[in-house]
Every structure is written in structure tokens, then in C-alpha cells.
């Protein structure tokens, strides 16, 4: 009885924590993506250049790269010249 409650809770820990893995409602989908923020150019950028925080923000929607990666969007090279408020993705760097 006691290992049934010791597991009970633990699976509370793990649900509180954010440790397990959320699921969503597929009619969520959509609106999670407008709520949610990418990481954008808050200036624009030459060909080569190295982006530092003076280079990036966070806006909407959440179809980039997600803030979490900030730290490693940071000295990132861009392949080429990029307006301010360009969407960031992946395919941007060397």
C-alpha cells in the first residue's frame, strides 16, 4: 500500500514539475501558435554578420524558433542579409 502511494505521488511530482510531457487538444494547435513567441530580428543584419543580443527579440506568432534556443541563436552567423523583424529559423546560418 505504502509503494502504491509512494508511486502516486510521484507521478504528482512529475505532473507539477513539468517534467511529463504536456499534451494538447488538436483544436488548441492554432491558437498556441498565435500566444506563443519565436525569436526575430530586432534590427536588420548584414550577410556574415554574428548575432548578439542587440540583434534579437522575441515577438509573435510562434511558428520560429522557439525562445528557449535563445542562448544558442546567440553567436549564431546569418548566410545573408536579413530585415528587421525577420522570423528566424534555423535555415539562417552558416
Known amino acids: 500500500e505504502d509503494?502504491?502511494?509512494?508511486?502516486?505521488?510521484?507521478?504528482?511530482?512529475?505532473?507539477?514539475?513539468g517534467l511529463k510531457k504536456k499534451k494538447f487538444l488538436k483544436s488548441e494547435k492554432k491558437s498556441r501558435k498565435n500566444?506563443?513567441?519565436?525569436?526575430?530580428?530586432?534590427?536588420?543584419?548584414?550577410?556574415?554578420?554574428?548575432?548578439?543580443q542587440t540583434s534579437i527579440i522575441t515577438k509573435r506568432p510562434g511558428t520560429g524558433?522557439?525562445?528557449?534556443f535563445w542562448h544558442k541563436v546567440l553567436g549564431k552567423i546569418v548566410k545573408k542579409k536579413l530585415l528587421k523583424d525577420h522570423l528566424l529559423s534555423w535555415k539562417d546560418f552558416k
Open 3 to 17: 509503494l502504491k502511494i509512494f508511486f502516486k505521488n510521484l507521478d504528482l511530482i512529475f505532473e507539477t514539475s
Open 65 to 68: 524558433i522557439n525562445p528557449m
Open 35 to 52: 500566444a506563443r513567441r519565436s525569436i526575430v530580428l530586432y534590427r536588420n543584419v548584414e550577410k556574415g554578420e554574428i548575432l548578439n
